[in-house]
Nanobody, 128 residues
Framework: QVQLVESGGGSVQAGGSLRLSCADSRYTDRRRCMGWFRQAPGKEREGVAGIDTGTGRTYVGDSVKGRFTISQDDAKTTVYLQMNSLKPEDTAMYYC?????????????????????WGQGTQVTVSS
C-alpha cells in the first residue's frame, strides 16, 4: 500500500523550475522528518532537503542550497520541494521519504537510512 505519493516531476531546460509534491496519507498528526532524496544512474542516493513537521525546521543539502526550498502545507500532510535554477546535474529520480524525529531533535538526511517510508519516485530531467 503506497503511503507517500510524489508528483510534479518532468523535463525542463537548464535554468528552469519544477515543484515536487509529496502527499503523506499516514499519521499526519505525528511529528516526523520528511525528506527528499535523489538518485541518478550509477550514483549513490543523496539527501536533498528535509523538514521537521513539528518545528518546521528545514535542512538543505550543500549541492542544492540557494536553489531548492522545502516546505509543508498547513495541514502537514503535503511536503513540497521547489527547485529553481535547475542544472543538468540535478537530473535524477527524486524520492519522498518519512521517518521518526531522532531523540536529538534534528532530522538527519544522509543517505536516508533513518527514514522508514518511501514513495515510488518521480523523474526529473534537466537538459542543457
Amino acid at each position: 500500500q503506497v503511503q507517500l505519493v510524489e508528483s510534479g516531476g518532468g523535463s525542463v531546460q537548464a535554468g528552469g523550475s519544477l515543484r515536487l509534491s509529496c502527499a503523506d496519507s499516514r499519521y499526519t498528526d505525528r511529528r516526523r522528518c520528511m525528506g527528499w532524496f535523489r538518485q541518478a544512474p550509477g550514483k549513490e542516493r543523496e539527501g536533498v532537503a528535509g523538514i521537521d513537521t513539528g518545528t518546521g525546521r528545514t535542512y538543505v543539502g550543500d549541492s542544492v542550497k540557494g536553489r531548492f526550498t522545502i516546505s509543508q502545507d498547513d495541514a502537514k500532510t503535503t511536503v513540497y520541494l521547489q527547485m529553481n535554477s535547475l542544472k543538468p546535474e540535478d537530473t535524477a529520480m527524486y524520492y519522498c521519504a518519512a521517518g521518526p524525529v531522532p531523540v536529538s531533535g534534528g532530522c538527519i538526511l544522509g543517505r536516508g537510512t533513518a527514514f522508514d517510508a518511501w514513495g515510488q519516485g518521480t523523474q526529473v530531467t534537466v537538459s542543457s
